[in-house]
T-cell receptor, first 111, second 111 residues
Framework: NAGVTQTPKFRILKIGQSMTLQCAQDMNHNYMYWYRQDPGMGLKLIYYSVGAGITDKGEVPNGYNVSRSTTEDFPLRLELAAPSQTSVYFC??????????FGEGSWLTVV | DQQVKQNSPSLSVQEGRISILNCDYT??????FLWYKKYPAEGPTFLIS?????DKNEDGRFTVFLNKSAKHLSLHIVPSQPGDSAVYFC??????????FGGGTRLMVKP
């Protein structure tokens, strides 16, 4: 039972590089989310999607882009990585009901 | 403007005693509240939830209390066990159906 799968688990980027964090869910959930968690802080919503082809900004979208071409996949793109984007990133999905299910997280360091 | 606040960053409790984790919110439009538990290097996992039409929800050792007039909810764990040591996040739904998280409380249960 895979649930929400994120890759990579760990990544070190140089300033100015770009990368994509992958997220896939196998629960046929319509809603998907990307959060970041900084040390000692709560989870901040970056982007979310209510279904394939529909995305919207969350609380902290600057420096990121997303796409939702299928129900299963919701990749997060970092363009021109900056040290401020060093964080732990969590992808999540939500079906019918109010419970959100999280992936295991992706640890990103920008140096 | 933090709409969901967990004012205690950490809490230490003896095994077998009660753990009480608190959460305050400011948005009166929140109508559903959840608690998530997070172990290091893992994604948050859903623990328990409560609708605003209730003031208490119980699931085994975990009970969530909601005081709407005070805009306050609490999570009670009794008896506390060392395996309960984790970071606990409270979260609330706003009218836009996005989950807003508190900053988390690190619970340490001492054997």
């Amino acid at each position: 039972n895979a649930g929400v799968t994120q890759t990579p688990k760990f990544r070190i980027l140089k300033i100015g590089q770009s990368m994509t964090l992958q997220c896939a869910q196998d629960m046929n959930h319509n809603y998907m989310y990307w959060y970041r968690q900084d040390p000692g802080m709560g989870l901040k919503l970056i982007y979310y999607s209510v279904g394939a082809g529909i995305t919207d900004k969350g609380e902290v979208p600057n420096g990121y882009n997303v796409s939702r071409s299928t129900t299963e996949d919701f990749p997060l793109r970092l363009e021109l990585a900056a040290p401020s984007q060093t964080s732990v990133y969590f992808c999540a999905s939500q079906g019918i009901g109010n419970t959100i299910y999280f992936g295991e997280g992706s640890w990103l360091t920008v140096v | 403007d933090q709409q969901v606040k967990q004012n205690s960053p950490s809490l230490s409790v003896q095994e077998g005693r009660i753990s009480i984790l608190n959460c305050d919110y400011t948005n009166s439009m929140f109508d559903y509240f959840l608690w998530y538990k997070k172990y290091p290097a893992e994604g948050p996992t859903f623990l328990i939830s409560i609708s605003s039409i209730k003031d208490k929800n119980e699931d085994g050792r975990f009970t969530v209390f909601l005081n709407k007039s005070a805009k306050h909810l609490s999570l009670h764990i009794v008896p506390s066990q060392p395996g309960d040591s984790a970071v606990y996040f409270c979260a609330a739904y706003n009218a836009g159906n996005m989950l807003t998280f508190g900053g988390g409380t690190r619970l340490m249960v001492k054997p």
